[in-house]
């Protein structure tokens, strides 16, 4: 029996009550329902259905009258759900398909009757701005091409930071390309060659980073992780050296759909628009020369809501702000997690050990992040916290990035040491050596902190610890000269030995 408390649950923030975007593309319908407006929007429902609006249009003109039923019917349910979520604000986005044909008009005019609001037909120079600004939303400080691939249409926009240009759309979504090729791919590769050999867009990736947003392009992604072997299966920032994913989509849209259905990472609904997807990338990097290929799962939805903060929360970091999020949620106290920021900037500072800007944010979110994983049990907080940290929604932080703060709170926890822990040994794959060792030290000095601290607040800050020439010093002063014993001094050894100093406890 529940006991009566707070009307909201307790797993949730105050970020206001909750939105809702639904997006009808050429090739899906969505609807994702969030905990609130905020600057990392957490969705707390999301369905789609795969109605195929857009399948027809190219070679008829029209909405496919059963497609348009499916659509129609989702709409109807997506309604509901709001509802029955308390969703208070409703935005509803059409794109390709819907502006493309003829019959598209009377299907919007129907869709908004049923969900009560206006449906925003996006042009396609307004598609292409909402695509990059999920990248910028997504990605810190992002710099080169988004291309947004979806049923209808390919978006393409230079974006630098939070400047985004003036984008282009052209008729290459799947849908759309296997429609005007009769599904073949051989007249495809010509429609998309022609298209695309002169797109200024295209010119200025020369050396940056292509940033491809849309389901078929992550379906991609999805196979080329399981063709390698990859310890980690989270698409949003899983990046490709520019030639491995040219030779890739090479490979990718000669496969034959029959070999395709015995991959199950593939699914079913994606499989037949794969090669056309692989066969737009390939002339892509082919042209724009890009030095990698980074795969966004933020896009237009999450592009329209960050339209909507204000410049202050636009301006927030995206992975702190995520990271503070979970450290509201799951630690002993917040409070004491940020207090581990500017304890840990102090010793980094009188180490000598440089570090990065990307290095200093990490170890700021591993700070956040340090006690996510108190509640379970000992033997298995590391464990939990590199399995959560692995797997969340983060955003503003690659693969790399994800292992190093992942790593610095498993060895927080679990010690120093080899392990026997299978997933924390195939994580370490994707760190540098460098980075494995900046997670070894991190870890080992959340272990003094937590130590000296017991987790709780007010003490760090009385507590310094520094490091010189030949020392990593703890003072301790006035009553909490009683917090000294063997097994801090232990930890702080374990420290000192990884950057090649000796220990000491001052206390007064």
């Not at 002339?283 to 990698?292: Q, T, W």
Request: net charge positive; with cysteine.
């Amino acid at each position: 029996m529940l006991k009566e408390g707070p009307e909201e649950a307790q797993g949730r923030l105050a970020h206001g009550p909750p939105i809702a975007v639904i997006d009808i593309g050429s090739n899906s319908v969505r609807v994702v329902i969030y905990e609130g407006l905020a600057r990392s929007p957490t969705p707390i429902f999301n369905e789609k259905v795969l109605a195929g609006l857009g399948r027809e249009v190219q070679s008829t003109g029209l909405l496919n009258a059963e497609a348009v039923d499916k659509a129609l019917q989702a709409l109807r349910r997506f309604r509901a759900l709001a509802d029955t979520v308390g969703v208070r604000k409703l935005w509803v986005l059409a794109t390709a398909a819907c502006r493309d044909a003829t019959n598209g008009r009377a299907f919007i005019a129907e869709a908004a009757r049923i969900c009560g609001t206006d449906v925003d037909i996006l042009s396609g120079r307004r598609e292409a701005q909402y695509s990059a600004l999920g990248v910028v939303s997504g990605i810190y400080r992002p710099d080169g091409i988004v291309g947004d691939l979806g049923g209808g249409s390919l978006e393409l926009v230079d974006v630098h930071g939070t400047r985004v240009k003036a984008g282009v759309t052209l008729p290459l979504g799947g849908l759309a390309l296997q429609d005007s090729s009769a599904k073949s791919l051989k007249k495809a590769e010509k429609i998309v060659k022609q298209a695309l050999d002169d797109v200024p867009a295209l010119t200025a990736g020369e050396g940056r980073t292509f940033y491809a947003v849309g389901g078929t392009w992550r379906a991609l992604a999805r196979l080329h992780m399981w063709q390698i072997g990859y310890p980690l299966h989270v698409m949003h920032g899983y990046r490709m050296p520019a030639r491995e994913a040219l030779e890739f989509s090479r490979l990718a849209h000669r496969i034959h759909p029959e070999m395709l259905s015995r991959i199950e990472v593939v699914n079913d609904a994606r499989r037949p628009l794969l090669g056309y997807a692989a066969l737009v990338l390939e002339h892509v990097v082919r042209l724009a020369r890009p030095k990698d290929v980074m795969f966004s799962a933020l896009g237009v939805r999450e592009g329209l809501l960050y339209s909507l903060l204000d410049p202050q929360e636009r301006a927030r970091d995206g992975l702190l702000a995520t990271a503070g999020d979970l450290n509201v949620l799951r630690s002993r106290s917040p409070a004491h997690c940020e207090e581990l920021i500017p304890w840990t900037d102090r010793f980094m500072q009188t180490t000598g050990l440089d570090e990065t800007a990307d290095e200093r944010r990490y170890r700021h979110a591993a700070c956040l992040l340090a006690d996510i994983g108190w509640r379970a049990h000992p033997d298995y907080r590391g464990e939990e916290s590199l399995s959560i940290i692995a797997h969340a929604s983060f955003v503003g932080i690659d693969h790399p990035g994800r292992a190093y703060v992942g790593l610095a709170v498993f060895f927080r926890h679990a010690g120093l040491g080899m392990t026997d822990d299978e997933f924390s040994l195939r994580l370490r794959e994707l760190a540098s050596p460098r980075m494995l060792d900046r997670a070894r030290v991190l870890g080992a000095a959340l272990r003094v902190g937590y130590l000296v601290s017991a987790a709780m607040p007010g003490i760090l800050p009385r507590t310094p610890m520094t490091a010189d020439r030949n020392r990593v010093v703890l003072r301790l002063e006035g009553e909490l000269t009683a917090l000294a014993g063997e097994r801090l001094f232990n930890r702080l050894r374990q420290l000192a030995r990884l950057i090649g100093r000796e220990p000491e406890i001052v206390t007064k």
